[in-house]
């Protein structure tokens, strides 16, 4: 989950948590609680996503790949 997506997530839960009424489903579906779940998985992503970006930047810049181009002799 990168950083956008993260925050698309954050995003709607606070619009579910602040902006729409928790009773517009009656009582069975809680919006409040859906979007405060929402929030956490956002902030969650985007912590992971912060501390797993240098990580990844620097597998792929110590690696070597070394090819010769020579055909093969008949």
Do not use: C, Q, W
Not at 25 to 54: K, Q, S, Y
């Amino acid at each position: 989950m990168g950083v956008g997506v993260s925050i698309f997530i954050l995003t709607l839960g606070a619009i579910l948590k602040f902006a729409i009424e928790p009773d517009v489903f009656g009582d069975a579906v809680h919006m409040d609680v859906i979007g405060l779940i929402f929030m956490i998985v956002g902030g969650i992503g985007i912590v992971l996503t912060v501390v797993m970006a240098p990580r990844r930047g620097r597998t792929s810049d110590d690696r070597l790949m070394h090819r010769e181009n020579h055909p093969p002799e008949i």
